[in-house]
């Protein structure tokens, strides 16, 4: 049954309004007001009819909401009930908000009767602390073991000649099994380019055979080329993969649907890579549904995420151990050895999300995999193995509590991680961590590699990471990396005869830079990253350059002043608090900082 179109709408809007507020539950407000989420949504040109919410509409919703859940105990009738209330507060538009009951109905219903939210606590996490007072997300600590932090040794440049790994990193492949080449580019909906995309009338953009510049993800053809290519660029001594695997449709997604995609690209990768090639991936936020709904362990039957990690433990058992699969299937991390010397652990990062409405019932380390991941790392530095993260959402990106003490763990086992891998918001970028103790000494950076998918009107591609090792002692760090793109202007218009152009057959995917070709770095240790951020602050033609490799060569907009301030500044931000103290950390006013949220979803 395919009634459901568009929890989306009223999700992702509570998605991407928490992160602006809700880490600052007790601060008076003010500043927070200017984490302004139209802006954000508007410079992604994502039209939601939500951006008109205020305050009072959002207290009027959850009153509603409230009374429903007081006086009903059927989810069924809670839901109508803020169906209702949604249209009739104009809160979206009338289609959007008949299909809120749909898709949402159970889940987000059941947490907030797990977690009763008065109005004024819902619309503090949804609108901001100015609109009312929360503390939901309790702060906690992880403990770490009493053994002191081995003296701190500065990264040195390998010996030349050294053996490097070449790592294949893919992530946010979303696969939209309902793109339709020639359908519409331009819709209403979060998500276009598929059949029923109902076209505006004073625009005729059509999609295109391999990919769109527009709100639209990947046909399954560009996916097998990508794969395609890919082997050509071989060998791979290991590949990471980062989730987010179905498409942006997530007003209509069925359980079954998603375990069909991801068997289908799980066992396609498998296909081309062949069985010699260990494909490690992580959990992103669109692979449950509702999107991101992952209940923590706490959570049991038919609401817990079984179906989904016990899919995953069958997909991925060809490439993963057995002990892996044991806690991929309890709560969707794993840490595995890679070779000797050297260990992977790959984090739910749904569990440090605050769109996972589910951490509102309890945000304390969920599954307990921040404690996990100590006692591994402390296993590791008493044998003088490296490790490497990946997950899918940044940790900067996480709730309060959760970043706070990853950052920590960071600091603790700076010379144990010595990579950090992560996806999700579809740019090219990075953040950087810091000690503690000054904030000055760059330790530690998190890369955020660019999606595979378009969306939005972007270029697809890969990302390739070179690694020093394998050989006893090696380091085991990042030392340069190269982007891959498919030029969707080239690949869709190749010029025939008569003047009419066809989509390239065979396209290329080509190199878009080579990382320290690019930034003129010798290595990629975090000082150079750390210097190369100050050189944005002075120089603009180096920050322009970022810019258009963070969008994979494909512009859409412009960034001076205020968005160059911001994204300087979510560089520098590891750690999510950081994006208050950017005033601290250079010239930069506090006044200056805008919202700096993804409105990906
Ligand atoms: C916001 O509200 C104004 C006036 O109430 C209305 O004209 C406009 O269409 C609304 N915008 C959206 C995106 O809903
Ligand atoms: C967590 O640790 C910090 C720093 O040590 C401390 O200030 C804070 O009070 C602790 N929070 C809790 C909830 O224990
Ligand atoms: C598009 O949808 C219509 C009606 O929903 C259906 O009849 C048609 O076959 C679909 N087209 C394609 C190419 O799937
Ligand atoms: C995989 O590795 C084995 C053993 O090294 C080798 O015999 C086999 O040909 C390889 N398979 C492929 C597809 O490369
Ligand atoms: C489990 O939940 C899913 C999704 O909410 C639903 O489609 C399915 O019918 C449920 N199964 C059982 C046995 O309740
Ligand atoms: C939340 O979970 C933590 C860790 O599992 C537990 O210690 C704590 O008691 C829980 N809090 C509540 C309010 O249930
Ligand atoms: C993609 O191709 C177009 C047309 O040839 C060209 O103008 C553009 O610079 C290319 N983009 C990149 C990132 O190479
Ligand atoms: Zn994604
Ligand atoms: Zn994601």
């Not at 994502?46 to 205020?54: A, K, L, P």
């Not at 009153?63 to 209330?85: F, K, M, P, W, Y």
């Not at 440049?157 to 979303?174: A, N």
């Not at 260990?343 to 990062?349: K, P, Y």
Request: charged fraction near 20%; aromatic fraction near 12%; include cysteine.
């Amino acid at each position: 049954m395919k009634t459901s179109t568009s929890g989306a709408f009223f999700f992702c809007f509570v998605l991407f309004t928490a992160p602006l507020s809700s880490s600052f539950p007790l601060e008076d407000g003010t500043n927070i007001a200017k984490y302004n989420f139209v802006d954000a949504v508007s410079r992604f040109r994502v039209e939601f009819s939500w951006r008109n919410i205020s305050c009072p509409v959002c207290k009027a919703i959850f009153t509603v909401v409230d009374l429903a859940l007081l006086s009903q105990t059927n989810t069924e009738r809670v839901a109508h009930a803020i169906g209702e209330a949604c249209t009739k507060l104009h809160l979206a538009d009338k289609r959007v908000c008949r299909e809120i009951t749909e898709l949402f109905r159970d889940d987000v219903i059941r947490a907030l009767q797990e977690s009763v939210l008065w109005p004024t606590e819902a619309c503090a996490v949804i609108v901001g602390p100015s609109c009312g007072h929360f503390d939901i997300y309790a702060p906690w600590n992880i403990s770490l073991p009493h053994v002191p932090k081995p003296p701190v040794v500065p990264p040195t440049p390998p010996k030349p000649g050294s053996p490097q790994s070449r790592i294949l990193f893919l992530t946010d492949i979303h696969w939209d099994a309902e793109y339709i080449e020639g359908s519409s580019a331009d819709c209403k909906d979060p998500l276009c380019c598929r059949n029923g995309s109902e076209p505006p009338r004073w625009r005729h953009r059509e999609a295109g055979y391999w990919g769109t510049y527009s709100k639209c993800d990947l046909p399954l053809r560009t996916v097998e080329n990508m794969l395609q290519n890919v082997v050509k660029a071989g060998p791979w001594d290991w590949v990471y993969w980062t989730g987010d695997i179905p498409a942006h449709n997530v007003w209509a997604q069925t359980r079954s649907q998603q375990l069909r995609e991801l068997t289908t690209i799980s066992r396609l990768i498998h296909k081309y890579l062949g069985p010699n090639v260990t494909v490690y991936p992580a959990v992103g936020n669109h692979e449950s549904t509702p999107v991101n709904s992952f209940p923590p362990p706490f959570v049991h039957g038919n609401y817990s995420s079984h179906w989904l990690y016990d899919t995953m433990a069958k997909e991925w058992a060809p490439w993963l151990p057995a002990q892996a699969l044991v806690t991929l299937r309890h709560g969707g991390f794993y840490t595995v050895q890679i070779q000797p010397g050297l260990r992977l652990v790959s984090l739910n990062m749904n569990f440090c999300a605050r769109e996972n409405f589910w951490l509102m019932v309890n945000s304390t380390d969920p599954a307990d995999q921040l404690q996990w991941l100590v006692r591994i790392l402390q296993e590791s530095e008493n044998k003088g193995e490296k490790v490497h993260i990946i997950g899918h959402i940044p940790p900067s990106l996480c709730l309060s509590s959760w970043s706070w003490n990853y950052y920590h763990i960071v600091n603790r086992y700076e010379g144990t991680i010595t990579g950090q891998f992560f996806g999700h918001t579809h740019v090219d970028e990075f953040q950087m961590f810091y000690d503690e103790e000054t904030m000055s000494r760059p330790l530690g950076v998190a890369y955020i590699a660019p999606s595979v998918t378009t969306y939005i009107s972007l270029n697809p591609g890969y990302r390739v990471y070179y690694v020093d090792g394998n050989y006893p002692g090696s380091s085991r760090l990042v030392l340069d990396h190269e982007t891959f793109i498919l030029n969707l202007t080239e690949a869709n218009s190749l010029e025939g005869g008569s003047g009419l152009s066809k989509p390239d057959p065979s396209p290329k995917w080509t190199l878009l830079y080579r990382a320290t070709e690019a930034y003129g770095v010798p290595t990629l240790f975090p000082s150079d990253w750390n210097k190369l951020i100050s050189s944005f602050v002075i120089d603009d033609g180096a920050f322009q350059k970022f810019w258009y490799l963070r969008h994979k060569g494909h512009v859409s907009e412009i960034c001076e002043d205020v968005c160059k301030k911001t994204v300087i500044c979510y560089l520098r931000s590891g750690r999510y608090e950081e994006l208050r103290h950017c005033g601290q950390l250079d010239e930069f006013s506090e006044d200056d900082i805008p919202s700096i949220t993804k409105s990906m979803c």
